[in-house]
T-cell receptor
Framework: DAGVIQSPRHEVTEMGQEVTLRCKPI?????LFWYRQTMMRGLELLIY????????DSGMPEDRFSAKMPNASFSTLKIQPSEPRDSAVYFC???????????????FGPGTRLTVL | KNQVEQSPQSLIILEGKNCTLQ??????????LRWYKQDTGRGPVSLTI?????NTKSNGRYTATLDADTKQSSLHITASQLSDSASYIC?????????????FGRGTSLIVHP
């Protein structure tokens, strides 16, 4: 299996521009997570989906952030408009959650390093 | 507020030596605790997971312990290797509204010198 695939790996954009990050989870996994990692705050959960449905988006910092999962094999995280403080590494992870169990292992993608100038 | 605190923030050791990383949490109620290893420029990879009833779990040279009474966990690395240089992140998961929310520590940065 190719693992979780994220694109692009690096993104440099100017303040005010729209940014779209993409994620392809591991085939067969039913849960997908978006995280943000910075030196100051570490890893933060932004949103997660179960069976393509957003379950918890309390970590999404502002209305400028939105995430979609149109099908089981694709998700996007969009920032519009982007700001310099959004600069971070964004990780996508997927897991196979089984019936209310919390011990599912999340497999992380390589991340997208976003720089907003 | 649910929090996970890790110490030390960074650690430098010589190859072949042992080391212990600490994780204290205030998460309640508690579901499970997991240790991740994150190499530079890559995503975290799970090392061990422990539920409330487990107090030790090993994965090769990595041994994690859990004291649910004092809400403390440790990750012990035996006979360190250069490849152990990475960030180690403690994550505690708690039930909330039918799902299980992960709370992350800031990580301990480990550098192993030859």
């Amino acid at each position: 299996d190719a693992g979780v695939i994220q694109s692009p790996r690096h993104e440099v954009t100017e303040m005010g521009q729209e940014v779209t990050l993409r994620c392809k989870p591991i085939s067969g996994h039913n849960s997908l997570f978006w995280y943000r990692q910075t030196m100051m705050r570490g890893l933060e959960l932004l949103i997660y989906f179960n069976n393509n449905v957003p379950i918890d988006d309390s970590g999404m910092p502002e209305d400028r952030f939105s995430a979609k999962m149109p099908n089981a094999s694709f998700s996007t995280l969009k920032i519009q408009p982007s700001e310099p403080r959004d600069s971070a590494v964004y990780f996508c992870a997927s897991s196979l959650a089984q019936g209310g169990q919390s011990t599912d292992t999340q497999y992380f993608g390589p991340g997208t390093r976003l720089t907003v100038l | 507020k649910n929090q996970v605190e890790q110490s030390p923030q960074s650690l430098i050791i010589l190859e072949g030596k042992n080391c212990t990383l600490q994780c204290n949490y205030t998460v309640s109620p508690f579901s499970n605790l997991r240790w991740y290893k994150q190499d530079t420029g890559r995503g975290p990879v799970s090392l061990t997971i422990m539920t409330f009833s487990e107090n030790t779990k090993s994965n090769g040279r990595y041994t994690a312990t859990l004291d649910a009474d004092t809400k403390q966990s440790s990750l012990h690395i035996t006979a360190s290797q250069l490849s152990d240089s990475a960030s180690y992140i403690c994550v505690v998961r708690f039930p909330s509204g039918g799902s299980y929310i992960p709370t992350f520590g800031r990580g301990t940065s480990l550098i192993v010198h030859p």
